[in-house]
């Protein structure tokens, strides 16, 4: 009998039957999407779990990336700093707002961005810092709003990963002007597609709202260059039974993130990212990085984990600042540890119905070589 074959990821879901019964109302009301009762409910329930000031729901993660840009409303060609060490989202959501991204390097340490190069990179047209915190890898938000508090500079974090984590005891939205999260389908808590913003100024919401609604203030009046943002409420619903069981996922989660650091930590040549103190996780990712002291490159080891069944992912290579459409086309200077990682980096199986076993068997395969 063939292997069965282990993914990177897989989707958490609610039983057929809990989705079932809690989409029957829409068969009653019509009322499918346009800021329905469900798009209201789970928009509620997520400010709550998350801890944030204030949230929009949004039809994706990269479209509130794009929109929550277009809202602080930043003059054309103005520069945001941000990393190229994460998924193209990021930089896209930049560059289709007519702004300027400029890579700053990021941490050896976690991937995040490294906040001792950021003010080096700071001309009189930089608007705005967009750090990741990649894998939930919570960038050092405390610097970051140092350095933009003293330039006069907004911070919006791609928190696509950080969905969940806390840090010194607040949700992750509630630092910069605003957090980005994703609910994708691959995502720690998803709703099909789906995302948000958390911010903690309250005009942001009535902007964003409008923004998403494509601009439109009343039946014969648009007053923005809006797009259409708005989560169905097929997705909100999914979103609210995923919701309930986003816990016991996450504690899933941390066990098996638990089999693999048991398994791998005195590799030699096998790096772990380093977790803050004070960071709740969300165990959302399990990169580990191939440095020269494993006797496989990289390259090799996934393929080698590949023959047997297991797809692991190269999860962020290449930079985003080296892909096709944006090579040569900004300044790339003193990405060296950003570039570093990308080559050694590679994320290993983890998602809710994996098994224990399942990791220690893959800890092992990478041990033995
Ligand atoms: C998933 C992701 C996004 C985009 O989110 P979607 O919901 O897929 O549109 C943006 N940034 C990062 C870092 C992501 O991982």
Sequence with gaps: ????????????????????????????????????????????????????????????????????IQAMGFPEGAEVITTPFTFISTTHAIVRNHL????????????????????????????????????????????????????????????????????????????????????????????????????????LYDKLYNLKNFGIRGEELVTAVGANGKMNEFCAIMGLCNLDHVEESVAQRKA????????????????????KQEVKRNYGYFPILIEDAYPLSRDEL???????????RKYFYPLTSDQACFKNKYRDVGLGDARRLAKQVLALPVYEGLWVDNVSEIAKIICAY
């Design 1 to 68: 009998m063939d292997k069965e074959k282990i993914f990177v990821t897989r989707s958490s879901m609610p039983s057929y039957e809990e989705y079932i019964e809690a989409i029957k109302p829409l068969w009653d009301s019509h009322w499918l999407t346009n800021m329905g009762k469900y798009h209201q409910e789970l928009e509620k329930n997520l400010r709550e779990y998350l801890d944030v000031p204030w949230l929009s729901l949004m039809v994706n993660g990269h479209m509130a990336l794009e929109l929550t």
């Design 100 to 203: 300027k991204p400029v890579f700053c390097d990021v941490k050896p340490e976690d991937g995040t961005i490294d906040e001792t190069k950021i003010e080096e990179l700071i001309t009189e047209r930089t608007a705005a810092i967009l750090p990741v915190h990649v894998y939930g890898n919570v960038c050092n938000v405390e610097e970051i709003q140092r350095i933009a508090d003293k330039y006069g500079l907004k911070v919006i974090y791609d928190a696509a990963h950080a969905f969940g984590v806390s840090f010194k005891g607040k949700g992750i939205g509630s630092y910069g002007d605003a957090s980005v999260f994703s609910f994708h389908a691959t995502k720690v808590f998803h709703t099909i597609e789906g995302g948000a913003v958390a911010f903690p100024d309250a005009k």
């Design 256 to 275: 098996l993130c638990e089999e693999y650091e048991k398994g791998l930590r005195d590799v030699s040549g096998i790096r772990l990212f380093e977790i």
């Design 302 to 312: 996934y393929e080698r984990l590949k023959e047997q069944q297991i797809y692991t």
